[in-house]
């Protein structure tokens, strides 16, 4: 009887999710402080996603690694939840879940199989606490950048990428593989998991291959392209398998932004958004501030609101800017393949702040309220 109660009240708070409009959201990166969470609620955020296991203490006797079993448990999800919620918060998603719980799956590698009991286990402790969203990505050697000072306005910095510096970089899994693949183990991983998730009503969302290009290490860059996400889509179609449309990574391909976002509301795919914002493309881009963007944040928030999307927006890297503290904590940053800066405190507050005002705006004009 009390597993019963767990199930529907989990059922209740992820239905209760589907009732809300496009809002702002932060994704925390670290260790879910009492300081974080309540730098969070007062910039008028109200949900929060949690970044793969970094709310777990490290590992004494594996520094460098997380604590803890290679799945997610629902004891630890639940007293996460509670402890989120106590700050007046939503526990929206769950993202990233560390490499080590899915790299053999990824690769096709022996004890893939194991692994992917484990990836069950999270999502079914996922159901039944109520947490709406798992976001992943197809990715073994973390976001590819050949610059961490690209240089913005005022002396502010940003993460810039050039793909003749990266070219002949060596294999980063011991062979080239072929994209055939990996095709190959994405398709095993959606039929095996997709199941699981629609059973518990947990959604899946994937983010993009970043940079969207086609190789770099000998590991084929699967979802970089409108083509790709449409096959990907198709492999084992369920209402329960969407997208992280990063705003970003959709920018470096070249793809037209209003139509790709009224594509996927069409398809019901957009889960939620990464507002990333992106000078270039594909080969040679930059990040830079939101106002900067070679899109118009204006245009692009009514897009997404027209198309019906009632997920949440996070600004994902922003620029490191003056005197500011780094949002991703060297602690948090063990947790990945990857440590270079994500930006800090005051600049992920100042794009939340332009996103709050442009959808204002985008409202007011609609004749709605924010």
Known sequence: MEMDGITSSGEARRNDFKQLPLRTALATFALPTEERLRFIKQLGVDDVIIWGNTFRAPSVLAP?????????????????????ESYGLRFFAIENVPLSFYDK?????????VQMEHMKNTVRAMGRVGIPILGYNWIVSGVWRTSFSYELRGGAKGTGFDMRDAMGVPNTHGRDFSEQEIWDNYAWFLDEILPVAEAEGVSLALHPNDPPVEKIGGFPFLFRDLATFKKGMELHP???????????????????????????????????????????????????????ADYDAYEILRAFDDAGCTGVMIPGHVPQTEGDVEWRTPESSQYTPYNHP???????????????????????AKGGVA
């Open 64 to 84: 460098g690694a997380a604590s803890g079993p290679p799945e997610l448990t629902f004891k630890e999800l639940v007293s996460l939840r509670n402890r989120i």
């Open 105 to 113: 799956i990824i690769l096709g590698l022996p004890g893939k199989e």
């Open 238 to 292: 369920s209402p329960n398998h969407g997208l992280i449309y990063c705003l970003g990574n959709w920018t470096e391909m070249g793809a037209p932004l209003v139509e790709t976002i009224k594509y996927w509301g069409e398809q019901k795919k957009l889960f939620y958004v990464h507002f990333q914002a992106v000078t270039g493309k594909v080969p040679v881009f930059h990040e830079t501030f939101i106002d900067t």
């Open 342 to 364: 994500m930006g800090g405190y005051r600049a992920r507050a100042y794009t939340i702040g332009y996103l709050k005002g442009m959808l204002h705006a985008v409202r007011a």
